[in-house]
């Protein structure tokens, strides 16, 4: 028996700026919340560390201060030649003109904090083993480092990264459609003033398909990085890591880091990212992915901790207004927010991936001289996702010209087809039974996780149909279950009473 105590309205897998964001709005809301993360907190996380102007604005609208960090503005863009464009950081009407550095240690447990204030329960274990309620996921066994805890709920939500324990198990996930990038990242005392990314080609004429970074951070600390997308293909990232030294020669060479100066990579962090929400179908039944669970990571520059925010805040929502049709209504909230700018960016994305020269050559065009400070405006926008609420002008035309014109270059192709089963309200998992493309270490860099492995074995199961006794307590483990309209369970949220208001 699970104990009342383990008993939740919402479980929420993964204490990272979704988790924390959607178990803050699900508590303050009224809420019985558990929020799981495997990791002991503050714990870092592999990232440039850069909040995005959205970001910054979730924050500003739940009334959280933001973390000690350092405030940064217009950002550097090199191309393969060397040359450099600024793009302007300009407040829109909805976000504000400036990103934030802050350390993924800082930031993560500053918002896991405001959740627990807010009156979650937080959880310390890794979510593993799936644990049924009726018929669909009613919650996970936690293992811990002390004792195992059955944490069970009547709503799921996986904030539990870009490997989500979550979707593989409710099967969200359609591994090959899946829009994968490694990155690494390491720290160096060397100052830099602007945050800079860019592009080169290690060998003459074979760009890498992806970018090199250099971000000013807090306490003169400077996060460096290399992150490169690798398509369905997860034993690609490895060459993220082969790219650093590289990197660091090259940004020497054209002076984004001191030649003479300190930068030795060392203590390098990696990381998967799955961008553009293709490949992962966000929620169905009682189970909602938010952040990087949900694909929820920008395809053209990898962002993500805005969209994790944003998104966790969405599904609390959804789920606040009415558990039976939390699902349909978050899917609805995404498609509007992001569909129009996902389906053209994935598109691009998988294009340049594919074509790596095909981005040596768009970057070397859009930093030629005239043409980069001419479209510097636009190109933030487009870029950085800021085009909705950007102010009236010439930038936003430009960008919305680019949208436009992307939008109808990639309305027959299959990256759209996959887009409108998400937009039409058609909420299927994908579960089309294959098992991904398998995973390996990357590059001997530590990861915070490169699981997926399990997949096709559940699929199997999933396809049969198997309901795996559990060895322990007699309750049932559950390997799969419907992921179909949220079924009401006989003590389903919506008709709750008690104490507590009808939430
Ligand atoms: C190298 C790198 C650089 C990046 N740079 C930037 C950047 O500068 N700016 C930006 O906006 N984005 C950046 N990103 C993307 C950004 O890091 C993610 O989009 C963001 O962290 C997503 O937040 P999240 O809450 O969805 O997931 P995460 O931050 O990954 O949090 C997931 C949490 O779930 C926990 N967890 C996972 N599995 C389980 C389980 N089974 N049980 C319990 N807990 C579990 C993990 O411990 C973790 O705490 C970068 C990514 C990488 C890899």
């Not at 204030?117 to 274990?125: F, K, R």
Request: charged share 20%; with cysteine.
């Amino acid at each position: 028996m699970v104990s009342s105590a383990d008993r939740f309205d919402v479980m929420v897998v993964g204490a990272g700026p979704a988790g924390s964001i959607a178990a803050l709005t699900l508590a303050r809301g009224g809420a019985r919340v558990a929020i799981v993360d495997r990791a002991v907190f503050p714990r870092d996380k592999a990232c440039g560390d850069l909040i995005g102007p959205r970001g910054l604005q979730v924050l500003a609208d739940l009334g959280i201060p933001e973390p000690p960090g350092l405030d940064v503005g217009d950002m550097v863009v090199v191309g393969p030649t060397g040359r450099r464009v600024r793009l302007p950081s300009v407040p829109g009407t909805t976000y504000p003109g400036r990103a934030r550095a802050v350390t993924r240690t800082v930031f993560d447990a500053a918002l896991r904090a405001a959740a627990l204030q807010a009156g979650a329960e937080a959880v310390t274990g890794r979510a593993q083993e799936p644990l049924g309620d009726g018929g669909r996921l009613g919650g996970f066994r936690c293992s811990g480092t002390i004792r195992d805890r059955d944490v069970m709920a009547d709503v799921v939500i996986g904030a539990d990264g870009a490997t989500s324990r979550v979707a593989e198990v409710a099967g969200l996930v359609e591994p090959d459609r899946v829009l994968w990038g490694f990155a690494v990242r390491w720290y160096t005392d060397d100052v830099v003033d602007l945050p800079a990314i860019a592009w080169w080609e290690p060998v003459p004429r074979q760009p890498l398909p992806g970018y090199g970074w250099v971000f000013p951070g807090p306490a003169g600390r400077t996060n460096v990085g290399v992150g490169i997308g690798t398509l369905g293909n997860r034993r690609g990232g490895a060459e993220a890591t082969r790219q650093v030294a590289p990197f660091v020669a090259h940004s020497k060479r054209i002076g984004l880091l001191p030649a003479g100066g300190a930068c030795r990579p060392a203590r390098l962090l990696g990381g998967w990212l799955k961008m553009g929400m293709i490949g992962t179908m966000p929620a169905a039944g009682n189970v909602l992915l938010v952040g990087d669970a949900a694909g929820l990571v920008n395809p053209l520059q990898g962002e993500g901790i805005a969209h994790a925010m944003a998104s966790g805040r969405a599904a609390a929502q959804a789920v606040l207004a009415g558990p039976a049709h939390a699902a349909d209504r978050y899917c609805a909230a995404l498609a509007d927010r992001h569909l129009p700018y996902e389906a053209v960016g994935a598109a691009a994305h998988r294009a340049l991936v594919a074509h790596p020269k095909a981005v040596a050559g768009a970057t070397r065009i859009l930093t030629a001289p005239g043409i980069g400070w001419a479209l510097a405006g636009g190109w933030s926008l487009l870029w950085n996702d800021l085009v909705d609420g950007a102010p009236p002008g010439a930038s936003r035309a430009v960008a919305r010209g680019a949208l436009r014109l992307g939008s109808m270059a990639t309305a027959a192709g299959p990256t759209r087809r996959w887009f409108e089963r998400l937009g039409g309200g058609a909420v299927v998992p994908p579960g089309n039974g294959r098992s991904p493309a398998g995973a390996e270490p990357v590059g001997g860099v530590e990861q915070h996780d490169d699981r997926l492995g399990g997949l096709g074995r559940f699929r199997r199961l999933r396809r049969w149909g198997h309901l795996r006794p559990s060895s322990r307590r007699g309750r049932r483990s559950l390997c799969a279950w419907p992921t179909g309209p949220c079924r009401r369970s006989r003590r389903g949220p919506e008709t709750r009473t008690g104490n507590r208001a009808r939430w």
